[in-house]
């Protein structure tokens, strides 16, 4: 059997990827050099797509067309692959959970430290982002072509677009999300398992753009109910934390230093 033709059987058998071990251990008799070349020749030919450092994906049918597999097709297979936990995130995780308005370009997966100590991918649809921990609780899963697929409830994508801001585009672009899925936030009892997974100052900012920006103030006082069950006291922080807050307006509710304009976009 041949590479090509071990390709081939795995794809009919339904298992869409593989790594450069899996390779190495089926044709133990191959160089190292043989294997990598032959894995270099497919992917020129637009059978295979190197999705990952060491880890391909099979290009079905449906996407051999433009030779590049969304992520989403083979997230979790990669992420099993790197034994770590993992979830889509930001606009990505919004998206699928109805806020279309603005397609991401990108790919947007959270998971755990450490981060690779060398150059991971040559994939640069894949946004990494970076926790201490997975909070579970508040991910959702869903069947996707190749298995199942996790990603950021509501609530946790909320905060993750204050919190990441600059891996999206900036405050204006998360309020324009939030805005689209305000209708669907639950913040109750956020204080017990929510907020330990993020810092009060997102809170503070997440509130403020519901509220004073949004116009949801009926969000945004359940929210602000649970940050005083939280924590009784929280000092005033800068709206954007990478502009000046000298002559800011100042928002006494939400304790937020007005130093910068959001605008959201027309839905």
């Known amino acids: 059997m041949t590479i090509r033709e071990w ?14 071990e899996e390779a190495r251990l089926t044709f133990p008799n191959y160089s190292e050099q043989v294997i990598r070349n032959e894995l270099f020749r497919l992917s020129s ?27 989403i097709y083979y997230i979790d297979h990669l992420m099993s692959y790197l034994k770590k936990p993992y979830y889509i995130s930001l606009l990505n995780a919004a ?4 806020a279309a308005h603005q397609r991401p370009q990108r790919f947007s997966v959270t998971t755990i430290y450490p981060k690779p100590s060398v150059s991971s991918s040559k994939n640069n649809t894949l946004v990494w982002a970076y926790r201490k921990e997975i909070p ?11 298995g199942v697929i996790h990603y950021s409830n509501v609530e946790l994508t909320s905060i993750d677009l204050v919190q990441y801001e600059q891996y999206i585009g900036g405050l204006s672009r998360a309020a324009t999300i939030l805005e689209e899925l305000a ?6 009892d956020a204080s017990k398992k929510l907020f330990v997974h993020t810092s009060i100052a997102t809170v503070q900012r997440l509130g403020y753009i519901l509220e004073e920006v949004l116009g949801r103030k009926d969000v945004a006082e359940v929210l602000y109910t649970e940050l005083l069950s939280y924590t009784k006291r929280f000092r005033y922080v800068p709206l954007s934390t ?3 807050e000298k002559n800011a307006g100042k928002d006494t509710r939400w304790k937020v230093n007005i ?6 976009d027309e839905i």
Not at 46 to 65: D, E, H, S, T
Not at 136 to 146: G, I, M, Q, V
Not at 259 to 264: A, F, G, K, L, R
């Open 7 to 20: 390709v081939r059987h795995r794809e009919i058998s339904g298992f869409p990827t593989f790594s450069v």
């Open 45 to 71: 030919q637009g059978i295979l797509y190197p999705a990952y450092r060491g880890f391909y994906v099979i290009i079905p049918p449906q996407y051999a067309a433009k030779r590049i597999v969304p992520p």
């Open 95 to 98: 998206e699928i959970l109805g």
């Open 136 to 146: 579970s609780d508040f991910l959702l899963s869903k069947n996707s072509e190749t």
């Open 183 to 188: 209708e669907k936030m639950d913040f109750r």
């Open 242 to 244: 990478d502009r000046p």
């Open 259 to 264: 130093n910068s304009i959001i605008e959201t």
